[in-house]
């Protein structure tokens, strides 16, 4: 994966603007959000996976950084130690109630305080099946999340009408658009059927990863995947999920709202923790569960530090941290750095402008070739700040594209 370069970027200077009116911090707010954005048409995942240990994330083929110590509500990238993790007492109960009801088809359809990563764009949510083209879930197959045999419902009624639930991991597909197209769900959304169809797949089947198989990777291989839920030979939810060298990283979920009594947010969050274990045995390296963003200033926002143990990168340094030593921090202050060796500096920081990559004219050159070439007013400033956010390593593999 290494050395290989990337399709073409087209970078947007940091400062850019988002403006998010809606219930983004538990009040109807106008939130103002600086980020750093790129189109990306293609990259390796081993690109991403730099990428986002910088603090990246994409949505469909844009990739963007928000500009921490500028925006509202910094963002935090927030990881959990998939091969350590212990589920907590509301993840058991909400494993358990769907036990139940595949078992019973006996569920209290009550308001649930334990679904917010059910209603919130940065959700992260996905299976953890094993790569089976379909595999009936089954109480043993949950044992990975350390829930112990003793805590399980009974499975009274197994050999007689039990509701079947089925896995499916696969490259995106067409078929996931059924749950959008059949009646209006947690997914942006625009009015016609057509423009609807467009957006899903603008926002949740377009993707820049190039997919990739290796002799010690998982058997489906890297890139991007949709990980489908299935109930009685229908689709209830579907996970947006990039698998990368060395984690399972969430992008989105969306679900069919009359099975939001199951905490869907949840119970798929807890299923791909295990699917990170499973593909963990197959690919060494893969033993992280990337959650997207945690939002300390938005307490509706902090439900990801709930898996545990988590760690949050420095957004200086872009090291992890464990996240109990970053929460006294950001209760004193929205933005933190979290290395506290003063002298620490980022690693993987720009070191030689000249070597980084541009596509100029169809021609690959590096940025000291292209500077000589160039006319008109000068564009180091730009460049600057793209190979700094990406840094030294992605900025030598990348292609920038440069007019």
């Not at 109630?97 to 009550?110: E, Q, R, T």
Request: contains cysteine.
């Amino acid at each position: 994966m290494a050395g290989a370069l990337s399709s073409p970027w087209s970078f947007s200077s940091p400062g850019d603007l988002l403006y998010f009116k809606g219930k983004l911090c538990s009040v109807k707010c106008v939130a103002v959000l600086f980020i750093s954005g790129m189109w990306a048409h293609s990259m390796t995942v081993q690109d991403y996976q730099d990428l986002i240990d910088r603090g990246w994330r994409r949505s469909g083929k844009y990739v963007y950084k928000p500009i921490m110590n500028q925006t509202c509500c910094p963002q935090y990238t927030i990881r959990c130690q998939a091969l350590h993790f212990q589920a907590s007492k509301s993840h058991k109960k909400v494993l358990k109630k769907m036990l139940k009801f595949i078992s019973k088809g006996d569920v209290s359809k009550v308001a649930n305080e334990e679904e917010p990563m059910d209603s919130h764009i940065e959700d992260v949510a996905t299976c953890d099946f094993p790569y089976k083209s379909e595999s009936q879930v089954s109480q043993s197959e949950l044992t990975p999340l350390a829930v112990d045999h003793t805590e399980r419902v009974e499975d009274e009624d197994k050999d007689s009408g039990e509701t079947k639930e089925e896995g499916n991991v696969q490259k995106v597909e067409s078929d996931s658009v059924q749950i959008c197209t059949d009646k209006d769900t947690p997914v942006p959304a625009e009015p016609s059927h057509s423009a609807k169809a467009a957006h899903f797949t603008r926002f949740l089947c377009d993707s820049p990863l190039e997919a990739e198989h290796a002799p010690d990777g998982p058997e489906c291989g890297y890139g991007s995947f949709h990980q489908q839920y299935w109930l009685d030979g229908k689709i209830v939810a579907v996970g947006v999920i990039d698998i990368l060298p060395y984690c399972v990283s969430s992008v989105y979920l969306y679900y069919d709202p009359d099975f939001s009594f199951l905490s869907l947010g949840v119970y798929s969050a807890l299923r791909e923790i295990a699917f990170t274990r499973q593909l963990h045995e197959k690919a060494p390296d893969l033993c992280f569960y990337y959650m997207g963003f945690y939002i300390h200033s938005c307490p509706k926002m902090r439900y990801k530090g709930q898996y545990k143990p988590s760690d949050l990168l420095c957004p200086e340094t872009y090291v992890w941290t464990p996240i109990e030593q970053c929460l006294p921090l950001l209760e004193h202050n929205k933005y933190s750095r979290f290395n506290q060796d003063g002298k620490a500096v980022d690693e993987g920081r720009l070191k030689e402008l000249g070597r980084v990559r541009v596509l100029h004219k169809r021609t690959v050159m590096p940025y000291s070739v292209y500077k000589k070439r160039r006319k008109g007013p000068s564009d180091e400033a730009s460049v600057q700040q793209y190979a700094s956010l990406v840094g030294q390593t992605c900025s030598e593999r990348m292609l920038l594209f440069r007019s």
